[in-house]
């Protein structure tokens, strides 16, 4: 079954503004990841936190962790309307063997 | 110097013929992976290949074959195609050791988007 739960699905903010989308998922996992999608292009992986890890940063983004209540955040800062694009969790289960599952996506729109 | 690169981008074709995607990795990564990607945008994994052994295959109706020839390339060859089958088709590739589990960032090809008639 699914792992992933994105919320919002579908997000639109103006230039500026901060973006915040969250992920809850459902097993014990190893790691989560959080994948950028452009229209019509592959997945592009933006950051990827460890089980033991609550926090993590990259440029403009913040990636918390919370395992206790199985939920991940995503925060963009700054946004801009080159961030638009589908966001997508995904998560490994700490089992060997396992690959990525996707949540559905949050649906990010920035205008100008 | 596209690191993931599948062929063809788009495929358009009949119900009850066979086809095959092609996909070739030149980041010297040992594992690649097959996943179908909805209308609604859900990600669904359908195969790993590492070092051109089957590690995963996630209840996959048979008619769906991957091929890999070495660890640059994994083929999808889809049989019989059926309506359910349009969807678009990411190949990806990572470093992740063999019985291991995915904790490295996957790459992933633009996509083929197949549809069927």
Not at chain 1, 89 to 96: D, K, M, S, W, Y
Request: aromatic share 8%; charged share 20%.
């Amino acid at each position: 079954s699914q792992q992933g739960e994105e919320d919002p699905q579908a997000l639109s903010i103006q230039e500026g503004e901060n973006a915040t989308m969250n992920c809850s998922y459902k097993t014990s996992i190893n790691n989560l990841q959080w994948y950028r999608q452009n229209s019509g292009r592959g997945l592009v992986h933006l950051i990827l936190i460890r089980s033991n890890e609550r926090e993590k940063h990259s440029g403009r983004l913040r990636v918390t962790l919370d395992t206790s209540k199985k939920s991940s955040s995503l925060l963009i800062t700054a946004s801009r309307a080159a961030d638009t694009a589908s966001y997508f969790c995904a998560t490994v289960r700490n089992q060997a063997g396992t690959a990525l599952i996707f949540g559905k996506g949050t649906t990010l729109s920035v205008s100008s | 110097d596209t690191a993931v690169s599948q062929t063809p981008k788009y495929l358009v074709t009949q119900m009850g013929n066979d086809k095959s995607i092609k996909c070739e990795q030149n980041l010297g990564h040992d594992t690649m992976y097959w996943y179908k990607q909805d209308s609604k945008k859900f990600l669904k994994i359908m195969f790993s290949y590492n070092n051109k052994e089957l590690i995963i295959n996630e209840t996959v109706p048979n008619r769906f074959s991957p091929k890999s020839p070495d660890k640059a390339h994994l083929n999808l060859h889809i049989n019989s195609l059926e309506l359910g089958d349009s969807a678009v088709y990411f190949c990806a590739s990572s470093q992740d050791p063999t019985g291991g589990y995915s904790n490295q960032p996957q790459h992933f090809g633009d996509g083929t988007r197949l549809s069927i008639l």
